[in-house]
């Protein structure tokens, strides 16, 4: 293969504007699974917020894009969010109240214990924020599948990539096809309730019926031929970043460790 | 060369078949239209002809399909791919929806049949340019217009390399600009010796392209013959057929006493 | 097929064999938690360990008695076919939107989240089912955790998904989700009063044990706020009147088919909540941001420790969730056309075979 070839091959490959975006992708997952999984052996505060600022943040710095990562965690975190501080606070038995409200005590233990989840699930959403944001799928998929993952378990992930939005495309045309019948689609909770089922049915069949002619027009391609290919392109990987992936799931196993030998501090 | 010899079909689970004796050929570089009405089997002869009926979808079959004397039954399909292949009416179903580029979708197929990377390339840049779509290469399939669509998909399968291509409907869902785009690539298609079999609702598509139009009524086939004998067959519009317009219309003509036979003849 | 019932055999018993041993050896686990709340985290977590551990063994030595059968595991390589493949996205697809508009938009109890994962294993067997609910999750958070589709929550919760996926792929193999049309009334009947014997005892076995041994909905009403003892009795009001509305549906629908899929719901149901309160406890403090946690507050609000009232919600929404769910997959099933359906690795035992009604 000539090097115009092997370049225009290359260039198929999805930009990366960044050195952290650049990184393999297995390296990225791996690390978004331990920051994530890590704040939840450590709990408390102290640890969870080291991962964030020692890690997270200045990662998502280096990618030139914390202003969006932090926008899209919290617009994701916020209903999860809501529902812990109310919960978590008002209704989490405890000794010290704070003041009442009706029926409702706030405690100390409660606003603490919110405190602390909150913390964690910060952490879980801007780890995989951080991922989603930096990370091609297709990039991940085919540096798994250069890794032995099978071929068509890549493709299955990959495809939803792109089944999600068409699928809520065609619900918007559905919506906007009932909605000209005069459904009403707006509106108090029933009202709602009841203007989904008219575009949830017709957008589930014809998605579904569509399957068999897609999977036809797979065949027909040979999809169907068991075995491994030859990709155009992967991402590429560093000895450098293989030791860092080690590192990562050797501290996380440590912790983990500690956690079970009772060496860390209790998670309420 | 392709045939289906003595072909009846039943789908699976439905006792009755719904094509019968269907005897039909696709010589080495031959074009062949296949018209209908709606219902009468045509999709059913595609699915037939390049083997994923009964070996994809199941279902009841006597007969067989014979590649170059070779029969083909109990092939899985992915082996039948660089014999036969078949195009759909729909761009969109027919994209596979993982590649970000054209011609990464182009090459799938060659990467599903486990070539070199220097083969897929090769392969893949070939079956741009004799569909003339180079430019698209680096587009998103997902932003193309109908015959755009229906063009890479078309590109899809000759990157596969088959010696025939059965094309069900291919204008069905395109507007006529896309219809005049697929109607041209399968001009300049049929000019480099790939055998083609195409199944049209718009006999205009076909007039011009084919050699040969096989008529298919009620799961059979009631005429098969030279393009310009079955075009001009009386009982065509009786079996729900349109005829292309340059024959409506020289009949129109004739009508009212013009004789524009030999001038519209091609 | 003698050979198919040897392995399933060998496979369930060794799953029973893990869970009976696990569950024996939490028996003095439970023996020793929490006097305060009677509380129940440790046995939920074992449970769920259990369950989790047991179901895996299951899978895996029915497979290697298959491979020692035949030197392959062509029954579960079968079920990934072209077809299962194409269709695995597309319930992604739907178990994400749908599980994104109505558990976050709607804000009711239910999550609606599972309706692909579920037509999956119906359709093509418990192993793509299990591997779709497990996409589904993985794929909702790390692919899409970039944008607004995304949920950070929903990997935890892979292996609830796994699970409903596996249970879902085995109550199609069993022929669950077939349409039985037509059934005579006494049939009809007999099918209704098995179903609700079923659930019953669920309910008694399965479900009965989270709430009495707290403090609250069925134990002594005296010392609980009034407010819930109000809501627990619409809840009971509530199952109560599911059971009737069981009936009727059976009476007006005239099809036994919806017997089988209630029960499977409602098995699912426990199971999932079973599975899935630990998690939530540990992880989320009990909440998803959807309109079950309102059964969370109640629930703690009125005495119970934060993983007892996980368990106790999940128990309430759970079954009526799963049991929507299937009920819509029985309806889909039934709705597209049999020679779609039956081209599925396990189509024509999901639904039947065309003409057989």
């Known amino acids: ?268 | 060369m392709l045939e289906l010899r003595g072909v009846s079909y039943r789908y699976a689970g439905y006792a009755m078949a719904v094509v019968h004796d269907i005897d039909l050929a696709l010589g080495d570089g031959e074009i062949v239209g296949l018209v209908g009405p709606n219902e009468a089997g045509k999709s059913t002869i595609c699915l037939l002809a390049c083997g994923l009926a009964p070996a994809s979808i199941g279902g009841g079959l006597t007969g067989s399909l014979v590649i170059d004397g070779q029969s083909m039954t109990g092939r899985p399909v992915h082996e039948l791919a660089g014999r036969v292949v078949l195009g759909f009416q729909n761009p969109a179903t027919q994209r596979s929806g993982v590649a970000a580029t054209v011609f990464e979708e182009v090459a799938l197929g060659p990467m599903n049949l486990g070539l070199s990377v220097a083969a897929t390339l090769a392969r893949t840049r070939a079956a741009l340019e004799r569909l003339r779509i180079e430019h698209l290469a680096e587009r998103d399939p997902a932003r193309l217009s109908g015959g755009q669509g229906q063009l890479v998909a078309i590109a899809s399968l000759l990157a596969m390399n088959p010696r025939h291509i059965v094309l069900d409907e291919p204008t069905a869902q395109l507007d006529p600009e896309g219809t005049r785009l697929v109607g041209e690539a399968l001009r300049a298609l049929a000019a480099t010796g790939t055998a083609l079999l195409v199944a049209e609702h718009k006999t205009d598509v076909l007039d011009g392209l084919c050699g040969r139009v096989a008529v298919v009524v009620d799961g059979r086939i009631v005429l098969d013959g030279p393009a310009s004998r079955v075009f001009g067959d009386e009982r065509l519009e009786g079996w729900g057929v349109e005829p292309p317009s340059r024959i409506r219309l020289s009949r129109a003509l004739a009508g009212t006493g013009v004789d524009v036979t030999a001038a519209l003849a091609r | 097929m003698a050979g198919t019932w040897v392995r399933i055999g060998i496979g369930v018993l060794a799953g029973i064999a893990v869970a009976a041993i696990g569950l024996l050896a939490l028996g003095t686990v439970a023996a020793s938690t929490d006097p305060v709340t009677g509380g129940n985290t440790q046995v939920a977590n074992g449970i769920m360990l259990v369950l989790a551990i047991a179901i895996l063994v299951a899978v895996v030595v029915y497979a290697v008695v298959e491979y020692a059968q035949t030197g392959r595991i062509r029954s579960i390589t079968s079920q990934f076919d072209t077809r299962t493949i194409v269709l695995i996205p597309i319930a992604i697809a739907i178990n994400i939107i749908l599980g994104q508009t109505v558990s976050a938009a709607l804000k009711v109890p239910v999550y609606l989240d599972s309706i692909g994962t579920i037509l999956v294993g119906a359709l093509a067997g418990p192993i793509p089912g299990a591997l779709t609910g497990l996409l589904s999750n993985t794929i909702w958070t790390f692919i899409l955790g970039g944008t607004p589709l995304g949920s950070p929550y929903a990997w935890p919760f892979a292996i609830v998904a796994a699970e409903i996926g596996l249970l879902a792929g085995i109550f199609g193999r069993l022929g669950f989700f077939r349409s039985r049309p037509n059934t005579p009334t006494p049939k009809l009947l007999a099918g209704a009063a098995v179903a609700l014997v079923i659930l019953a005892a669920l309910g008694y076995w399965g479900v009965l044990p989270a709430f009495t041994k707290g403090v609250t909905f069925f134990g002594d009403l005296t010392t609980v706020n009034s407010f819930f003892v109000v809501v627990a009795w619409l809840i009971a009001i509530g199952l109560v009147g599911a059971g009737i509305g069981l009936v009727a549906l059976l009476l007006v629908r005239r099809d036994l088919g919806v017997a089988f899929i209630v029960v499977c719901g409602a098995i699912c149901g426990v199971v999932s909540a079973l599975i899935s309160a630990p998690i939530s406890a540990y992880f989320f403090g009990g909440v998803t941001g959807s309109g079950t946690d309102f059964l969370v507050a109640a629930f703690q609000q009125a005495g119970s420790t934060l993983s007892s009232a996980v368990l106790q919600q999940g128990l309430i929404s759970d079954p009526i969730d799963k049991t929507i769910t299937y009920i819509v997959v029985f309806t889909l099933l039934q709705v597209l056309s049999r020679r779609f359906t039956a081209r599925f690795p396990q189509g024509e035992q999901a639904v039947g075979l065309i003409g057989s009604d």
């Open chain 1, 1 to 268: 293969m000539s090097e115009a070839d092997a370049a225009y091959l290359a260039s198929l490959a999805p930009a990366a504007p960044s050195a952290y975006h650049r990184l393999n992708p297995l390296t990225k997952a791996v690390a978004a699974i331990v920051c994530s999984l890590g704040a939840f052996v450590l709990g408390g505060y102290v640890g969870p917020l080291v991962i964030l600022l020692g890690g997270i943040i200045p990662s998502a710095i280096s990618a030139r894009l914390l202003g969006r990562l932090l926008r899209i965690s919290i617009l994701l975190s916020l209903p999860i969010a809501i529902s812990i501080v109310l919960v978590s606070v008002f209704t989490r038995a405890g000794t010290t109240v704070l003041f009442a409200i009706g029926p409702f005590d706030a405690t100390l233990e409660g606003v603490d214990f919110a405190g602390q989840v909150l913390v964690r699930l910060l952490v879980l959403s801007t780890a995989v924020g951080l991922f989603g944001l930096t990370t091609d799928p297709r990039a991940l998929v085919f540096d798994l599948e250069r890794r032995g993952m099978s071929p068509k378990l890549g493709f299955a992930a990959v495809a939803t990539v792109e089944a999600v939005p068409s699928l809520i495309e065609r619900a918007g045309v559905i919506q906007a096809a009932q909605r000209a019948r005069g459904l009403d689609t707006e509106g108090r909770l029933i009202a709602r309730f009841r203007g989904i089922m008219p575009i949830v049915g017709p957008v589930l069949l014809s998605s579904l019926t569509e399957v068999e002619e897609r999977s036809l027009a797979l065949e027909v391609r040979a999809f169907g031929r068991p075995g491994r290919r030859n990709l155009l392109w992967w991402p590429g990987d560093t000895s450098a970043e293989r030791v860092v992936r080690w590192v990562l799931v050797v501290g996380f196993l440590g912790l983990v460790a500690a956690r079970a030998a009772g060496l860390l501090p209790r998670i309420p």
